[in-house]
Structures are given as C-alpha cells and as structure tokens.
C-alpha cells in the first residue's frame, strides 16, 4: 500500500490550493479515503471523509472551505483548500479509513501517506 501526497506549499491568507493523494496497492474504489492534519505543537485532526459512494464529511473547522473529491479511474483523492487561514497550516495527510470505524463518529486509520506540509503566511 502506498499513499504519496502533494500540492503543499506557502500560500497566503486567503488563498487556495489543491492537495492530491495518489493511492496504490489496495482496491481504491472501495476504500473510505480521509484527510487530517497535524499543527505545530498540537495532536492530529480529522478533517473530511469521502466513503466509496462519495459521501462526504467534514470538520467543522473546515467546513464550507474544504472539498474532498476523488477520481477513482486515477486512484486519487483531492482536497481542495480555499479561504485559507494561518491556523490551517499543519502538515497533511491522507489516510485509509478503517472500515470498522465507517460513519462512525471516531476513526482509527489502516494506511498514512507521509504528508504535505501548507503553510499559510504573508
């Protein structure tokens, strides 16, 4: 199993950007796909969820500014960033959900990519 993200870089306030996590070595279509992200000093967050019938969920914290999206002929998962503010810059990662914890209110994750790192600055 791989997951290898991108698209992290320095982005002002404000701004957007599209993160990408390319999946390989398991069956991508079936899998529930999640994003979280790790702040400087502080634990990992949960993000979003998109489940293999695209269904989708989000933190509040980042609700109505990020969208997660998938391309399963691609076996890729997206997360698109917009309004971005300096308290979302945290590295990035792409996880497989496990499917115990499907629709649940916790989550516990079979697979990490390594991150990408957003840092929002002027």
């Known amino acids: 199993v791989q997951l290898v993200e991108s698209g992290g870089g320095l982005v002002q306030p404000g701004g957007s950007l599209r993160l990408s996590c390319a999946a390989s070595?398991?069956?991508?279509?079936?899998?529930?796909m999640s994003w979280t992200r790790q702040a400087p000093g502080k634990g990992l967050e949960w993000i979003t969820t998109?489940?293999?019938?695209?269904?989708?969920y989000y933190a509040d914290s980042v609700k109505g500014r990020f969208t997660v999206s998938r391309d399963n002929a691609k076996n890729t998962v997206y997360l698109r960033l917009i309004s971005l503010k300096p308290e979302d810059t945290a590295v990035y990662y792409c996880?497989?959900?496990?499917?115990?914890?499907?629709?649940?209110?916790?989550?516990?994750?079979?697979?990490w990519g390594r991150g990408t790192q957003v840092t929002v600055s002027s």
């Open positions: 070595g398991f069956t991508f279509s079936t899998s529930a």
């Open positions: 998109i489940y293999s019938d695209a269904m989708t």
């Open positions: 996880a497989i959900l496990n499917r115990s914890y499907w629709y649940r209110t916790s989550h516990q994750y079979d697979y």
